[in-house]
């Protein structure tokens, strides 16, 4: 039986990937209880300092599966599809959406749960809810606005537009954009450099910076003196492996 989301681990980081090339990794449920699962597994695994998320083949994912949608499809229960990316996002460690080809609507909110998206310079985004008459139920009326602004949120959804990879690094929604042909030495290149970071600070640092998204901003300073560890286990180690060189 075909895995629907495959996960490769390598040197402190992991790579899971939209596995269902031949339908452009459209999302069914069944494809979301896999990712969910390796969610979970990450949740309680140490060593591991980076998690990219890509999809297969030619694209990211063109969104979520419309014959699903048509045929009535059934999730494990109300709101399990938000529920599970807000796992995703919650994760201690950082996640990194590595998106090319098509990233529409559905597949888009799985990439806003991510810490941030790079993009080949073949992405395509867009999100095409008002185009069929739904509206959002995974995220994007939070993420997205959160991610480009209300107002370019409000363009991007009541026009359904399809945009590219330097028109989203411009708005905001992905950091960078790299060749195509450079995108998977990249992604190594990216996840290396994140995973041989702390993990300590990693967990630490979204926490904070969860904690503080939308607070006044006294309240986050004083938390983040207040409830931040300040120094982990391998500081010390750190610190002298650096005076060394």
Same mark, same amino acid.
């Given at each position: ?61 063109? @969104? &979520?599966?419309?014959? !699903?949608?048509? =045929? ?9 599809? /938000?529920? $599970?990316? %807000? ?13 090319? @080809? &098509?990233?529409?609507? !559905?597949?888009? =909110? ?9 993009? /080949?310079? $073949?992405? %395509? ?13 995974? @995220? ?106």
């Amino acid at each position: 039986m075909t895995q629907l989301v495959l996960r490769e681990d390598f040197g402190g980081w992991v790579q899971l990937t939209l596995n269902r090339p031949e339908k452009l990794n459209s999302l069914n449920v069944e494809m979301f209880a896999e990712l969910r699962a390796h969610v979970a597994d990450l949740a309680d695994s140490t060593g591991i300092g980076c998690v990219v998320l890509r999809g297969a083949g030619k694209c990211f994912s063109a @969104g &979520h599966d419309l014959g !699903g949608i048509a =045929e009535g499809e059934t999730p494990p229960s109300k709101g399990w599809h /938000s529920e $599970t990316l %807000r796992l995703l996002g919650k994760l201690p460690i950082p996640v990194v959406a590595a998106v090319h @080809g &098509h990233c529409y609507t !559905g597949a888009l =909110e799985v990439a806003l749960a991510a810490d941030f998206i790079m993009a /080949s310079d $073949t992405a %395509r985004f867009g999100d095409t809810h008002a185009k069929f008459a739904l509206t959002p139920v995974w @995220g994007m009326s939070v993420r997205l606005p959160r991610r480009v602004g209300l107002a370019t949120a409000k363009r991007l959804m009541f026009t359904a537009e399809m945009f590219g990879a330097q028109e989203a690094v411009r708005i905001g929604l992905a950091e960078f954009t790299v060749p195509d042909e450079a995108f998977d030495a990249e992604i190594t290149r990216l996840a290396e450099q994140i995973a041989a970071q702390s993990h300590f600070s990693h967990a630490a640092i979204k926490r904070l910076l969860d904690q503080a998204d939308g607070r006044p901003t006294d309240d986050g300073l004083i938390r983040e003196w207040m409830d931040g560890e300040g120094r982990g286990p391998d500081m010390h180690e750190r610190i002298g492996a650096f005076q060394k060189k």
